[in-house]
């Protein structure tokens, strides 16, 4: 069965600052995606990583995949308030013809002025 | 707006009633999941339907089922309800049969009281 651990699960960083959240998973995957969740509202997509060594940036936000390692981090850069939100990663099994992606429990961060 | 439409948005019910959430797909996407997320449990995936047929299947109680109708909306029908299935409940659609990138409805907010 496939497990994704996110770490750090809470996260309270002042404005300005740099952070990483991690998510590692427990089988081979090279399909991994990155969401946002503001408080009481739907899954946004941010990042979709689709192979060993993929990197995105969207603003603040960065986005990375080793494989090998079974490892994605989103770096988050100058935080300001308006990235306080939930962000999840979720992985799919790879080489399977019905999927579901399994989500980490989520990273709640706070960012304080 | 991701394109994935739900209803209803909150709904307040009693024990033991039963309910059903429906849920229509991006245009062109052909698979619809319905997710779970309750604060104990996180984000739990219920079930999968591709192109009218089941996929897959996750935690989902035997007083929950769904289908996908030929025009490809679907729906969750939950019964004998419990206190315990006070949740939001997403459907989300996507493109492949197996997984991909996907986007999320609103959810519907179900209240048991």
């Known amino acids: 069965e496939l497990k994704v651990e996110q770490n750090p699960l809470f996260l309270s960083m002042q404005e300005g600052k740099n952070y990483t959240i991690y998510c590692n998973y427990s089988?081979?995957?090279?399909?991994l995606y990155w969401y946002r969740q503001d408080p009481g509202k739907s899954l946004e997509s941010l990042f979709v990583l689709l192979s060993n060594g993929a990197v995105k940036q969207e603003g603040r936000l960065m986005a990375s995949l080793d494989t090998k390692a079974r490892l994605s981090t989103l770096h988050i850069t100058a935080a300001v308030h308006d990235l306080s939100a939930t962000y999840f990663c979720a992985v799919d099994m790879e080489n399977t013809n019905a999927g579901k992606s399994t989500f980490g429990d989520g990273t709640t961060l706070t960012v304080k002025p | 707006d991701s394109g994935v439409t739900q209803t209803p948005k909150h709904l307040i019910t009693a024990t033991g009633q039963r309910v059903t959430l429906r849920c229509s797909p991006r245009?062109?996407?052909?698979?619809v999941y319905w997710y779970q997320q309750s604060l104990d449990q996180g984000l739990q995936f219920l079930i999968q339907y591709y192109n009218g047929e089941e996929r897959a299947k996750g935690n989902i109680l035997e007083r929950f089922s769904a289908q996908q109708f030929p025009d490809l909306h679907s729906e969750l029908n939950l019964s004998s309800l419990e206190l315990g299935d006070s949740a939001l409940y997403f459907c989300a659609s996507s493109e492949r049969v197996n997984t991909g990138e996907l986007f999320f409805g609103e959810g519907s907010r179900l209240t048991v009281l």
């Open positions: 245009s062109g996407d052909l698979s």
């Open positions: 089988t081979t995957s090279d399909r």
